[in-house]
């Protein structure tokens, strides 16, 4: 996961609204969101890693990750995508929050975003590149591949794109098509993370489009004031062009 955006109490009729890219090589084999065998999680899975980059569960709990942009080249042998999966298969928060701090230091750069979803959201966030954990309050916050709320074009433009959007009746289309945005930040905007520049335009859009590496899916969820959510996701191929979505619909327990 390479975007993610989170409003918290910030529209009328959804206490979350959460807004996300998944951003990966074409190549690598992904299966589509899903509720995995014997469990109640609810997401998309990196078969070649075991892994996800965003999920929730029946009981609302809810986890993303991101990768920290670097440009360091070692080797860990805990993949970030587990995370989710450690959460979201009934850890405990506090539980959870532990392993985070004491862990992190087995795994590669990474935010992770996590909490219970619900009418009164409890939502933090924590990185292994700051090692400090976040309570998230009411408000809107933008992630993607540095801290949260990073003064990426990405972020700062998208965060004021939602807001116009938070103000109007919500409309699947609409944020799909806000996360499908291509458009690139001028050279003057772009960050420094010691990529090559011209891999840091390809990579400053919301929606990412190239030969071999781009945005493989787009996810949606609401959680509404009666504590149901909507999950929706969609994938792109090599082309960007949608192949499927999948749409689920369920009452937290």
């Known amino acids: 996961m390479c975007l993610i955006f989170i409003a918290i109490d910030s529209h009328p009729d959804y206490p979350v609204i959460i807004a996300a890219n998944r951003d990966e090589f074409y190549q690598r084999p992904t299966e589509s969101a899903h509720f995995w065998p014997a469990s109640e999680l609810l997401a998309g899975k990196d078969t070649q890693a075991g892994g996800t980059w965003l999920g929730i569960n029946r009981q609302g709990q809810f986890a993303a990750v991101t990768n920290f942009r670097e440009t360091e080249t070692q080797t860990y042998n805990s993949s970030r995508g587990e995370l989710p999966c450690l959460f979201l298969n009934q850890r405990s928060q506090a539980n959870f929050e532990q392993h985070l701090q004491k862990q992190s230091p087995h795994y590669a750069g990474f935010n992770c975003l996590f909490g219970q979803l619900g009418v009164k959201p409890q939502l933090s966030y924590f990185?292994?590149?700051?090692?400090?954990?976040i309570p998230l309050s009411k408000g809107?916050?933008?992630l993607s591949n540095a801290l949260l709320d990073s003064n990426w074009?990405?972020?700062e433009q998208g965060k004021e794109n939602i807001n116009t959007l938070l103000n109007q009746d919500f409309n699947h289309e609409e944020w799909f098509n806000f996360l499908k945005d291509q458009v690139k930040a001028s050279d003057n905007n772009l960050p420094d993370t010691g990529i090559a520049i011209?891999?840091?335009?390809l990579l400053?859009?919301?929606f990412i489009h190239s030969p071999d590496y781009g945005t493989r899916c787009s996810t949606l969820i609401t959680v509404?004031?009666?504590a149901r959510v909507q999950f929706c996701e969609r994938s792109y191929d090599?082309?960007?062009q949608a192949v499927a979505t999948h749409f689920f619909d369920f009452p937290i327990n």
């Open 224 to 226: 509404d004031k009666k």
């Open 127 to 133: 990185s292994n590149r700051q090692n400090k954990l």
């Open 198 to 201: 011209e891999t840091e335009r």
């Open 204 to 206: 400053s859009s919301r």
């Open 153 to 155: 074009f990405k972020i």
């Open 238 to 240: 090599e082309h960007a």
């Open 140 to 142: 809107l916050y933008g």
